[in-house]
C-alpha cells in the first residue's frame, strides 16, 4: 500500500511541476505582461518601467528560477495588476465557485444516476428514449447557450429570477441548473451504460435464477459493479470542481475563480494564472488519486491485484 | 391620562432617537450599471488608470479637474474646481480655486492640495511617505512633460509654472491625470494601493467600495460643492457578456448597460420601455502602417490603400449610420485649431491602382495583425477592409493576435495594424503629436518616422503664434495622412449605453457618465 501511494505522490508531483513549467513558458513567449497591462498607449518609459520593476527584463530562465525558487519557499507572486498577493486573490474567489460547483455536482449526482439506472432498468420502453434524448440535449447543448436560454426564460421573460450577479442564493440558481444539467446528462448516459452491461452478465441471471428479489439484485449486484466507470466520471467533476465552471461564470457574471482565471490570461498576470493552475491541478490530482482508492475499496480485485475472469 | 407601562417607558428614547433618523430617510434612487469593465489596472488613480472604462466608471463621479468639460455639450472648457483662469505669460497659467469645495474626506480643498496633487511626492516621483509604482512618473511625465513646478499664491489661487512657452497649459490641466486629490488624504492611506483603491477627492459620489474585476460602488457625498447627488448610490457591475447585460437590462436587474454594439441597438428598442443613447465620443479609428515593411516603404503603395478604403459604406453597413467618418484626426472641439477644410483621403479605386502600377506592386502579401474585436466591429471592419484593398489590387493577410504585446512583436515583419486614437485635451498636440510624434506609440514601436513631421512636432508643443500653429498642423496632418501616410483614419468611434426610457438622464459624448446634480433625474 505504502509503494503504491508513494507511486501515486511522485505522478502527482510531476503532474504540477509540468502544469507549472508549460504555463510558465507559455505564457511567457505569448505576450509581454507589462505591454498588456499598461496597454497600447502606454508611454514607452513607464513599460520599460513596470518590465524592470516586476523582473521582466531579466531572462527567461532567470524569471523561471526565480519563480519555481518562490514556490517552494510558499511564495506564490504577487498579481502584476495591483500588487496583492496572488495566492490571496484566489482565495478569496473559491468560495464563489464552490457556491456553485458543489451545489450542481449535488444535482448532477442526484438527477444522473437515478435516471440512468432507471432508464436502464426500463431498456428500449419510452422513458428510456425520453430520459436519453434529454440526456443527449442536455450533453450537447453548451453551457453558454442553455445560461442564456434560461435566463431567456425565467429572468427577461417570467422575472422569476436575476439574470447575473452574486447578491443573494437565488442569483445562484440558474448557474447551478445549467451547470448540473449538462453533468446529470453525461452521468446519466455512463450510468445507464454501465447497468446495461453488468445486467447481462451471467452473475445477475445466476442471482435472479436463486430467487434473489430482483431490487436486491439491482441494488446488491448490479449498482455496485456498474459504479467504477461512474466513479471515474464523479472523480473527473470533483476534480474540476474549482475550474469547472469558467464558462457559466462569464455567463453569468459570477465572480469565482474561472472568472479570475480569463482575467489573468488576458493579462498575463503570471503569478495569478499560475496560482489557479496550480490549485486546479491540485483539485485533479487529489480527486484522481482518491478515484485509484476508491477503485480498491469498490472491486477487492483491484486491491489484491487478483485478476477476474469471467 | 393613559398609563405608561415600563416597557413603553423604556422604548421611548429608542423611538426618540429613531424619529429623526426616519424622518431624514434618503430616498434618492440606487442604480446598477452593466458594465464590459470596470477598469483594466484594478486601481482608480488616474495616473495608472488611463484608459477609456477608468474614465467611464470615475471621471465626473470621483474625480474632478480645476478646469471642467461640458459633459452635456459639446466638451468645452469650463470652471471646475477653479472658477477663473488667466495667462500671465507663455509659460504660467493662474487660477482661481473654488472656495467650499469639500473633499470626500471632509476638509477643504486649499491651494496646499492643489501644489501637492502636481508635486513630486504624488506625481513625478521624489522623497514621500509612498513608493509611486515605476509607471506612475512616467506617465505623468507625459502628461506634464515641462512642468516646473504649480505654486499657491494664495489660499485660494495657484499657478501653473511651465519650464517652456506652451499653449497647451489650460488643456492639459482640463486632461483626465490632472484631478485634484486630497494631501490628508493621499498621506493617510496606508499605502499607495490603499490610496489608489478609493483616493479622496472632490467628486459627487465616493468610493464605498472596488472588487477587483468584480464591481465599483459609490456613494453619495453629500457636502459636493455642486449641490446634493441625485443618486444614492451607483454601482458599476463587471458583466463580460454583450448578452448578459441586454438581458440584465431587460428583466430589471440593471438601470443602465454599457457598451451596447450597434447590431444590437434594436434589438433593445424593440422593446418600448428601453432605449439606446450615446453616440460619436472623442476617438477615432485608425489604421496604422509598418513603414519599413518592404512594400509599404514605398508611400504610394501606403496612399493607394488609403485611397481603397470606402468609409462611408463600413459607417453604414457595420455601425448602422450611428458614427460618421472625421475630418482626419482631429476634432472640431479643437476650436480655431481645427481645420474645417480637411479631410481623409478619398475613396477612388483609380487613384489606388495607379499608385500600385506607379510603385510597381506586384501583389506581395502586407500582414495585418489583428486583435479579436478589441474594439467594437475590430473584425469586421478588418475582413472589410481586406477586401477593399483586394479590390484596388492589395494583397493583405489578417494573422489573429492575442494582445498588443504580439502586434508589436518584431520577431517577425509588420504590416498593419489597427488603433485608436482620442484627444485628452482640445488641441492637436493631444492627439497628433503625443500618438505620432517622436515620443508618441508609433514612433516608439518602430513603426514609422519623418523627419519633418517630427521638426514640426516641436514647433506645434512650443509655438505660442496661433497661425504659425494652424500653418504647422495642417502640414503635419499632409504628411501623416496624405504624402508619407503613418495611419488612416477609418471612422469616428462611438459608445452606446442602452437604459431604461422612464429615467431622465443623458449620455455624454464621451465615455463618461455624468451623473451629478442636473443630468440625472432633472
Redesign the interface.
Known amino acids: 500500500m505504502a509503494r503504491f501511494l508513494a507511486g501515486r505522490l511522485l505522478r502527482a508531483f510531476i503532474t504540477l511541476f509540468l502544469v507549472v513549467t508549460f504555463a510558465f513558458v507559455v505564457l511567457r513567449l ?4 507589462a ?16 518590465r ?2 516586476w523582473g521582466l527584463d531579466k531572462s527567461l530562465w532567470e524569471q523561471y528560477l526565480g519563480y519555481v525558487g518562490s514556490i517552494f519557499t510558499g511564495d506564490l507572486g504577487r ?1 502584476m ?4 498577493p496572488a495566492a490571496a ?1 484566489v482565495a478569496e474567489r473559491i468560495p464563489a465557485t464552490l457556491a456553485l460547483t458543489i451545489p450542481a455536482l449535488f444535482l448532477k449526482l442526484g438527477l444522473g444516476i437515478p435516471a440512468g439506472i432507471y432508464a436502464a432498468l426500463h431498456r428500449n420502453s419510452a422513458i428510456d428514449r425520453v430520459v436519453m434524448l434529454v440526456a443527449v440535449a442536455g450533453f450537447t447543448i453548451p453551457s453558454f447557450v442553455l445560461g ?1 436560454l434560461l ?2 426564460v425565467f ?2 421573460q417570467l ?1 422569476w429570477l ?5 447578491e443573494s442564493w437565488r442569483h445562484a440558481i440558474l448557474p447551478v441548473i445549467t451547470l448540473g444539467i449538462g453533468g446529470a446528462a453525461v452521468l446519466a448516459r455512463f450510468t445507464r451504460s454501465a447497468m446495461l452491461e453488468v445486467l447481462g452478465q451471467p452473475y445477475i441471471r445466476t442471482a435472479s435464477a436463486k430467487g434473489v428479489p430482483w431490487r436486491r439484485v439491482v441494488s446488491g449486484h448490479a449498482a455496485p459493479n456498474a459504479a467504477i466507470p461512474t466513479v471515474t466520471i464523479i472523480g473527473f467533476m470533483f476534480g474540476s470542481l474549482i475550474a469547472g465552471a469558467v464558462v457559466v461564470e ?4 459570477w ?1 469565482g475563480v474561472g ?2 482565471m480569463v ?1 489573468a490570461v ?1 493579462n ?1 498576470d503570471l503569478a495569478v494564472v499560475q496560482c489557479v493552475l496550480l490549485l486546479v491541478s491540485f483539485t485533479m490530482v487529489a480527486a484522481n488519486f482518491t478515484v485509484d482508492l476508491l477503485y480498491g475499496l469498490i472491486d477487492p480485485r483491484l486491491r489484491t491485484g487478483a485478476q477476474g475472469g469471467h | 391620562m393613559p398609563m405608561l407601562s415600563r416597557r413603553t417607558m423604556l422604548a421611548t428614547p429608542a423611538i426618540a432617537l429613531a424619529t429623526p433618523a426616519f424622518a431624514q430617510a434618503d430616498n434618492r434612487p440606487s442604480i446598477t450599471i ?1 458594465v464590459q469593465k470596470v477598469v ?4 482608480l488613480e488616474v495616473l495608472r488608470e ?2 477609456n472604462v477608468g474614465e467611464r466608471a470615475f471621471k465626473t463621479s470621483i474625480w474632478e479637474g480645476l478646469i471642467d468639460r461640458d459633459w452635456r455639450g459639446q466638451l468645452q472648457a469650463v470652471p471646475g474646481l477653479a472658477t477663473a483662469w488667466r495667462r500671465i505669460s507663455d509659460r504660467v497659467v493662474e487660477l482661481d480655486l473654488r472656495e467650499g469645495v469639500r473633499f470626500h474626506n471632509g476638509d477643504e480643498m486649499t491651494a496646499e492640495d492643489v501644489v501637492f496633487t502636481f508635486g513630486p511626492e504624488r506625481m513625478f516621483g521624489g522623497a514621500g511617505t509612498k513608493e509611486l ?3 506612475i ?3 505623468a ?2 502628461i506634464w512633460p515641462s512642468l516646473e513646478k504649480v505654486e499657491a499664491v494664495g489660499r485660494y489661487k495657484v499657478r501653473f509654472i511651465n519650464g517652456t512657452p506652451d499653449v497647451t497649459i489650460e488643456g492639459r490641466i482640463s486632461r483626465l491625470g490632472s484631478e485634484i486629490i486630497s494631501r490628508r488624504g493621499y498621506e493617510q492611506a496606508a499605502s499607495w ?1 490603499d490610496w ?2 478609493a483616493p479622496v477627492t472632490t467628486g459627487a459620489y465616493k468610493v464605498a467600495e472596488l ?4 464591481s465599483l460602488t459609490l456613494v453619495a457625498h453629500d457636502q459636493y460643492w455642486g449641490g446634493r447627488p441625485p443618486l444614492k448610490q451607483i454601482r458599476f ?5 454583450v ?2 447585460r441586454i ?2 437590462l ?4 440593471y438601470q443602465f448597460a454599457c457598451d451596447i454594439p450597434p447590431d444590437q441597438i434594436a434589438a433593445v428598442e424593440r422593446n418600448r420601455a428601453f432605449e439606446v443613447q450615446g453616440g460619436t465620443i472623442l476617438n477615432h479609428r485608425l489604421t496604422c502602417f509598418y513603414k519599413n515593411h518592404p512594400v509599404l516603404a514605398d508611400a504610394r503603395v501606403r496612399r493607394a490603400m488609403t485611397h481603397s478604403i470606402d468609409r462611408n459604406a463600413i459607417v453604414e453597413a457595420l455601425w448602422a449610420g450611428r458614427t460618421v467618418v472625421p475630418k482626419g484626426l482631429q476634432w472640431e472641439y479643437y476650436g480655431d485649431m481645427f481645420l474645417s477644410d480637411w479631410s481623409v483621403p478619398a475613396f477612388d479605386l483609380a487613384e489606388a491602382r495607379r499608385l500600385l502600377r506607379e510603385a510597381n506592386y506586384r501583389g506581395e502579401p502586407i500582414p495585418y495583425r489583428l486583435l479579436n474585436n478589441y474594439y467594437t466591429n475590430q473584425t469586421p471592419t478588418a475582413q472589410v477592409l481586406v477586401e477593399m484593398w483586394r479590390a484596388a489590387g492589395l494583397n493583405v493577410q489578417i494573422e489573429m493576435k ?7 512583436d518584431n520577431s517577425s515583419v509588420r504590416g498593419v495594424r489597427d ?1 485608436s486614437n482620442s484627444a485628452p485635451f482640445n488641441d492637436p498636440v493631444s492627439s497628433l503629436v503625443n ?1 505620432h510624434g517622436p ?1 508618441g ?1 508609433q514612433q ?2 518602430g513603426e514609422w518616422t519623418n523627419a519633418e513631421f517630427n521638426t514640426l512636432s516641436g514647433v506645434l508643443t512650443t509655438s505660442t503664434d496661433h497661425e504659425q500653429r494652424r500653418r504647422t498642423f495642417r502640414r503635419m496632418l499632409e504628411i501623416a495622412e496624405r504624402e508619407d501616410p503613418a495611419y488612416t483614419v477609418l471612422h469616428q468611434n462611438a459608445t452606446f449605453t442602452a437604459k431604461r426610457r422612464d429615467i431622465a438622464w443623458k449620455a455624454a459624448p464621451a465615455f463618461a457618465m455624468d451623473f451629478r446634480p442636473g443630468n440625472y433625474g432633472a
Open positions: 505569448s505576450g509581454d505582461p505591454q498588456i497591462i499598461m496597454g497600447a498607449d502606454a508611454p514607452h518609459e513607464a513599460v520599460a518601467a513596470f524592470q520593476a498579481s495588476r495591483d500588487g496583492r486573490l442564456l435566463v431567456l429572468a427577461v422575472g436575476p439574470s447575473g450577479g452574486q462569464s455567463v453569468f457574471s465572480p472568472r479570475l482575467v488576458a498575463r | 452593466a483594466n489596472t484594478n486601481t488611463q484608459s509604482p515605476p509607471e512618473p512616467a506617465i511625465r507625459r494601493l489608489a483603491r472588487r477587483p474585476d468584480v457591475v463587471e458583466v463580460p457578456e448578452s448578459s438581458n440584465g431587460l428583466s430589471g436587474q492575442e494582445n498588443w504585446s504580439q502586434i508589436f488603433w500618438q515620443a506609440e516608439q514601436v
